[in-house]
């Protein structure tokens, strides 16, 4: 499949309405652009040319935001754990359990602080290579994450899976939580 670049102007242009308050966002101010995973390389080009066209359109300041260097720096200790014994197997499994439950808390904290280093956050906030993320934690607790933690700005969300009405497929499996508040692009 090729890029689809009429979807992807759909979705720049439902972000900057969300950004004007022109787009009901069903709670929350997300709007999520599902893709096919196998266009990752596509997709990471088309939204680092999004902050220009958002400037462009809406006159809109972002923050491009890649969600796996967040989640390498979270999982970082894990890369090069030292496996010596039976114990330190245990140590690792124990650990690697705690990631599991808290590598979105690291993750949501880190974009957060990112978003507002210099002051207040832009006006929309971009989120791409959100594989980095499988199988440790759900799209959609991140982006309730992020809007907890005070990131009530537009999020816009580059998601490598599919979309049939408001049901996701995250990577090819059903996203479970079925938690998406926001304006999916379709």
């Known amino acids: 499949m090729n890029w689809d670049a ?18 009901p966002g069903y709670g929350y101010p997300h709007v999520i652009l599902p893709y096919p995973p196998e266009e990752e390389a596509a997709c ?8 220009a066209a958002l400037h462009a ?3 809109l300041s972002s923050l491009l ?3 796996s260097s ?16 039976a114990a330190s197997f245990e140590r690792l499994e124990s650990d690697f359990a705690d990631l599991r439950s808290g590598l979105v808390f690291k993750v949501a904290e880190s974009i957060v602080a990112e978003a507002t280093k210099a002051g207040p956050p832009p006006d929309v906030i971009l989120l ?5 993320l499988y199988p440790f934690g759900h799209v959609s607790s991140l982006l309730d994450l992020l809007y907890r933690k005070g990131l009530i ?3 816009a969300v580059a998601y490598p899976g ?5 049901r996701l497929h995250f990577l090819g499996r059903l996203d479970a939580t079925g938690g998406y508040r926001g304006h999916i692009v379709t």
């Open 6 to 23: 009429e979807l992807f102007d759909r979705f720049v242009d439902a972000t900057v309405r969300m950004a004007r308050g022109l787009l």
């Open 44 to 51: 990471i080009e088309a939204l680092r040319n999004l902050p």
């Open 65 to 67: 935001v890649p969600v």
């Open 128 to 132: 791409e290579r959100l594989g980095s």
């Open 153 to 155: 700005k537009t999020v």
């Open 70 to 85: 967040h989640s390498a720096s979270a999982e970082a200790r894990y890369a090069r754990w030292p496996l010596e014994d």
């Open 162 to 166: 599919s979309a049939e009405g408001t």
């Open 57 to 59: 359109r809406g006159n």
